[in-house]
């Protein structure tokens, strides 16, 4: 028994002495993915991109460059700079705008006539910018610079005009 004992209390200091390491950062890319899309009057693309964080911890954003990429046309630059807080596991949006190619304008035209029944695919690529918050771990202030990409579909949204999802 006071084997049994010794053994246990060995075994509960070992788990404890395991407790008191550093916390493990599991940080992770996140999920870039554009959450809808509407038609500007002079032309240009207001493209509100949702930013999935999958990491442990929570992140703050700040930038992302990389480009949009329509039916298989010209890629178009997508640039956007912004302070963003997500906590872990939760997502937000941000707006950037793209100037669409005329191809890429053309390609959007035919899906509108289609209806919701249409739908135009998309590649986003890049690179986003974060940083681990400091409220979670004040010692991690490295900047972190996670590729991203994302292929989908673009489909009108019924009865709102010039609106995509």
């Not at 993915?33 to 509100?48: C, E, H, N």
Request: proline share 10%; hydrophobic share 40%; with cysteine.
């Amino acid at each position: 028994m006071k084997r049994l004992l010794h053994g246990l209390a060995l075994l509960l200091l070992a788990t404890l002495l395991t407790a008191c390491g550093p916390q493990r950062q599991s940080v992770f890319p996140p999920t870039i993915t554009i959450q809808q899309m509407r038609v500007q009057p002079d032309g240009a693309w207001q493209l509100t991109l949702r930013i999935q964080n999958n990491s442990y911890t929570g992140m703050d954003y700040q930038s992302i460059e990389g480009s949009l990429q329509v039916a298989q046309g010209i890629p178009v630059r997508v640039h956007k700079k912004f302070d963003l807080a997500i906590p872990s596991f939760a997502g937000d949006v941000v707006q950037a705008e793209v100037l669409p190619t005329p191809a890429m304008s053309q390609a959007l035209q035919a899906v509108a006539a289609k209806g919701s029944a249409g739908s135009l695919p998309y590649v986003l690529s890049g690179v986003v910018h974060c940083t681990p918050n400091l409220e979670d771990h004040p010692d991690n202030k490295n900047p972190r610079d996670f590729p991203f990409n994302s292929n989908a579909f673009l489909s009108p949204v019924p009865g709102v005009p010039n609106t995509y999802r």
